[in-house]
């Protein structure tokens, strides 16, 4: 069983920046593919990036992909997201799933383990 915590959220004016960590507990969570997701007011659960155990592949979102990055610290056990020019479109509660395969994924059913979620707000 992995526990997953996410941290960093906010509120960041249009233009801004922050940074999302995911910490696990539990286990450790190598071997697991990591991914973001994010869920706006009203809308679904979107994918946002994912990235492989080793931290050699990663995948983006479109609407993400030149901003945001993500990247994972195994020996910590912690997952991130930093964002950078945040639009007010970004805003949403910003989720870190968790897999039981190496391979990053973009779909939100092949993951195992979820967080509770951090609230990111971007005011225009």
């Known amino acids: 069983q992995v526990q997953l915590v996410e941290s960093g959220g906010g509120l960041v004016q249009a233009g801004g920046s922050l940074r999302l960590s995911c910490a696990a507990s539990?286990?450790?969570?190598?071997?697991?593919?990591l991914g973001w997701f994010r869920q706006a007011p009203g809308k679904e659960r979107d994918f946002v990036a994912t990235i492989s155990w080793t931290g050699a592949s990663t995948y983006y979102a479109d609407s993400v992909k030149g901003r945001f990055t993500i990247s994972r610290d195994n020996a910590k056990n912690t997952a991130f997201l930093q964002m950078n020019s945040l639009k007010p479109e970004d805003t949403a509660v910003y989720y870190c799933?968790?897999?039981?395969?190496?391979?990053?994924?973009?779909?939100?059913?092949?993951?195992?383990?979820w967080g509770q979620g951090t609230q990111v707000t971007v005011s225009s």
């Open positions: 539990g286990r450790t969570f190598m071997n697991y593919a």
């Open positions: 799933a968790a897999r039981r395969n190496t391979a990053n994924s973009i779909r939100e059913y092949e993951y195992d383990y």
